[in-house]
């Protein structure tokens, strides 16, 4: 089954930057749909961007986090980044990645029942 690990969190001021990793290990084959949610305290987790390899389309958040965030994917090394500039304090939160099960396209991208395969998060601090 497939794995996925999270890293490049931390504490940045506003205005900073971060990238994010997810590395995928074990079965990846079709597996077509990786995406990052994020998850505040007291509130509930939102998908921010999910990149769909098999249709070679990308999907965020809202306005808030496009043009500020960049979900990418390196096919080679089984990681999707998320690249995050010009952060806000609204940023602050758990970020996750997940993944659905192999075969499983992209719809309803931004709903996290729909994933199945989870990391264990990364915290961001934007103050």
């Known amino acids: 089954h497939v794995q996925l690990v999270e890293s490049g969190g931390g504490s940045v001021q506003a205005g900073g930057t971060l990238r994010l990793s997810c590395s995928a290990s074990?079965?990846?084959?079709?597996?077509?749909?990786m995406g990052w949610f994020r998850q505040a305290p007291g509130k509930e987790r939102e998908g921010v961007a999910t990149?769909?390899?098999?249709?070679?389309?990308?999907?965020y958040l809202d306005d808030s986090v496009k043009g500020r965030f960049t979900i990418s994917q390196d096919n080679v090394n089984n990681t999707v980044y998320l690249q995050m500039n010009s952060l806000k304090p609204e940023d602050t939160a758990m970020y996750y990645c997940?993944?659905?099960?192999?075969?499983?396209?992209?719809?309803?991208?931004?709903?996290?029942?729909?994933?199945?395969?989870w990391g264990q998060g990364t915290q961001v601090t934007v103050s």
């Open positions: 990149i769909d390899s098999d249709q070679g389309a990308t999907f």
């Open positions: 074990g079965d990846t084959y079709g597996t077509f749909c």
């Open positions: 997940a993944a659905k099960l192999a075969g499983i396209p992209c719809w309803a991208w931004d709903q996290p029942q729909q994933y199945r395969i």
